[in-house]
């Protein structure tokens, strides 16, 4: 169940706050003393009050029962306010001073037609907010979805006034594309067809066998990534067709565009064990040295693209499109589309990327991650002109999401702290502590560790709001 959590930092002391998401997954596993709604991983126990023969009719027409609305991956910004978010159509109002949440449930389907949409919006720098969703089906695809900035004082629905921009058709019916989130530049955004598909008919027959969303994921090597480029002011679709290699990602870390070229950075995996490495039972089984052999077996990079944005028709098939200095990337032509090869920033396990959000879109050098493919994780800076990466780390500590904070003033793109909320395990018992460090050196700075014996679980996505 999602659990909101808050480091209030306010002249020098910092406060703790915790609260449950009301999700009516929430209320509802509260009143009945059972998971009620199937999630990522875990199937709904039945409803013990129902006959045999009405549990056995549900499972035949599993798209009636309610979906999760159990927003635990990320909070989305709309204006001022901040939404709980999984991938699943629902989003729930949370209220960052006080972490109340419950009175206000969206539903993107009543306003676009997606039946779901990432938990990886995009903030623009005008206010407005775009996302992509899915719609499944005959005549399924992939949506770009514009929310426009909220008029002053208009807080009751972000979705209000939200349009579809932009739709990708699917490529098979029964097997739509699964991603986590997509890239946006000044000008463009960037849709990448991963061969990373969810099975529909198994999504329908889990609750059957028992098994969550996770039994329906099936990654196809044999077929090529495709990368879709979209015109941000007119939502047209380029015709260009860009390729690369079988890969799969999860975030998305920057992109720019530089000279005629987009840039676009991403932790790209080249098989899916990662899905299924962090399986409660794997945690609970392993040693640290067998979670380290099999999370260290997950094929890890940062992959930089560079996408050529004008194709000349009478370019030889062998030549390097790619004309921008200082990058190993290339792109030739092959058949009908642009061959992408991706410059390898880094091949050290790296995930849950940040960079300063001032540059979220333009030409940026350091991203901010967390190495959680080894024990324990590591907070990591890379360095994208020297490659150089530097690492913070303790004994027996689980590092989640660095959030960049900048400095007032700042003198250069990394002039600020770096935040993250660290789990120390070991003796049975965990605690939890916000930690703080210099974002150009990755030296401490301090930390701040909760004074009272607290569960606070694994972290991952956070966010930084000033002056609340
Ligand atoms: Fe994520």
């Known amino acids: ?206 609750p059957i066998f028992g098994y969550g969303v996770d039994w329906a994921f099936q990654f196809h090597k044999e077929i090529p990534t495709q990368f879709h480029v979209i015109e941000k002011a007119t939502g047209k679709i380029r015709t260009t067709k860009y390729t690369a290699d079988a890969m799969m990602t999860f975030h998305h870390i920057n992109a720019y565009e530089d000279n005629g070229h987009l840039v676009m950075d991403l932790c790209a995996f080249a098989k899916m064990d990662a899905v299924f490495q962090f399986y409660l039972h794997n945690l609970h089984t392993w040693s640290k040295e067998e979670a380290n052999a099999k999370l260290g077996d997950t094929d890890n990079y940062i992959a930089r693209f560079v996408l050529p944005l004008n194709v000349p028709e009478d370019i030889p098939d062998d030549e390097n499109l790619v004309k921008l200095s200082g990058t190993l990337a290339s792109a030739i032509r092959k058949d009908d589309s642009i061959y992408c090869v991706p410059e390898i920033l880094t091949d050290a396990n790296f995930d849950l990327p940040r960079v300063n959000e001032r540059y979220n879109g333009r030409k940026y050098r350091y991203i901010y991650g967390t190495d959680v493919y080894v024990c324990p994780f590591r907070l990591v800076k890379v360095d994208t002109e020297t490659k150089e990466k530097i690492y913070w780390s303790e004994e027996n500590c689980y590092t989640a999401e660095p959030v960049f904070v900048e400095a007032p003033n700042p003198t250069s793109e990394d002039d600020g702290v770096v935040l993250s909320a660290v789990i120390r395990a070991g003796e049975g018992k965990s605690t939890c502590f916000l930690l703080v460090l210099d974002g150009k050196t990755f030296t401490e700075l301090g930390r701040a560790e909760l004074s009272q014996p607290n569960k606070v679980p694994m972290q991952t996505h956070g966010i930084y709001v000033a002056n609340m």
């Open 1 to 206: 169940m999602a659990l909101i959590h808050k480091f209030h930092i306010q002249n020098g002391d910092v406060t703790y706050q915790s609260k449950f998401l009301r999700s009516d997954a929430y209320v509802q596993g509260l009143e009945q003393k059972r998971i009620v709604m199937s999630e990522f991983g875990t199937t709904a126990y039945p409803d013990p009050c129902k006959s045999i023969f009405s549990r056995l009719f549900s499972y035949f027409t599993p798209m009636s029962r309610p979906r999760t609305d159990n927003g635990n991956v990320h909070l989305m910004q709309v204006g001022e306010e901040y939404y709980a978010h999984t991938e699943l159509p629902y989003i729930r109002k949370v209220d960052p001073r006080t972490l109340d949440s419950g009175k206000l449930k969206v539903d993107y389907q009543k306003y676009v037609a997606v039946n779901g949409a990432t938990a990886h919006a995009q903030n623009d720098t005008d206010g407005t907010v775009y996302n992509m969703g899915t719609t499944y089906g005959k005549n399924g695809g992939y949506c770009l979805i514009k929310i426009p900035p909220p008029d002053k004082g208009e807080v009751e629905n972000p979705l209000q006034k939200a349009s579809i921009i932009a739709k990708i058709p699917q490529k098979y019916g029964a097997f739509p594309n699964y991603f986590h989130s997509f890239a946006m530049t000044e000008n463009y955004f960037v849709f990448v067809e991963q061969p990373f598909y969810l099975n529909v008919l198994k999504i329908m027959a889990g």
